[in-house]
Nanobody
Framework: QVQLVESGGGLVPAGGSLRLSCAASGMLFSAFDMAWYRQPPGKQRELVASISSGGSTNYGDPVKGRFTISRDSAKSTVYLQMNSLKPEDTAVYSC?????????WGQGTQVTVSS
């Protein structure tokens, strides 16, 4: 059973940091491109950051310079290090794994940044 499980969300004051983790199971992790998306309250889901199976990264404009995505193939885990958090970063953050044949989503984790 292919599964993505996110962790690390929570409540943090503005300017603080959090690290999200997404543990994958039931899949060949190295074959998947991984990404983090977020959906703020009342808004559409948007791409936060992605990392290809080869390690190439891409970031949404709102998080460039503040967030870093990385992956650990030995642990089948992708991380999102979030620094200098702002209230507008408040959202449900979801992990996504995509290959040529599969598109898998995690259940999401809430991140709330207080002003």
């Amino acid at each position: 059973q292919v599964q993505l499980v996110e962790s690390g969300g929570g409540l943090v004051p503005a300017g603080g940091s959090l690290r999200l983790s997404c543990a994958a199971s039931g899949m060949l992790f190295s074959a998947f491109d991984m990404a983090w998306y977020r959906q703020p309250p009342g808004k559409q889901r948007e791409l936060v950051a992605s990392i290809s199976s080869g390690g190439s990264t891409n970031y949404g404009d709102p998080v460039k310079g503040r967030f870093t995505i990385s992956r650990d193939s030995a642990k089948s885990t992708v991380y999102l290090q979030m620094n200098s958090l702002k209230p507008e970063d408040t959202a449900v953050y979801s992990c996504n794994a995509r290959s040529r044949f599969r598109d898998v989503w995690g259940q999401g984790t809430q991140v709330t940044v207080s002003s």
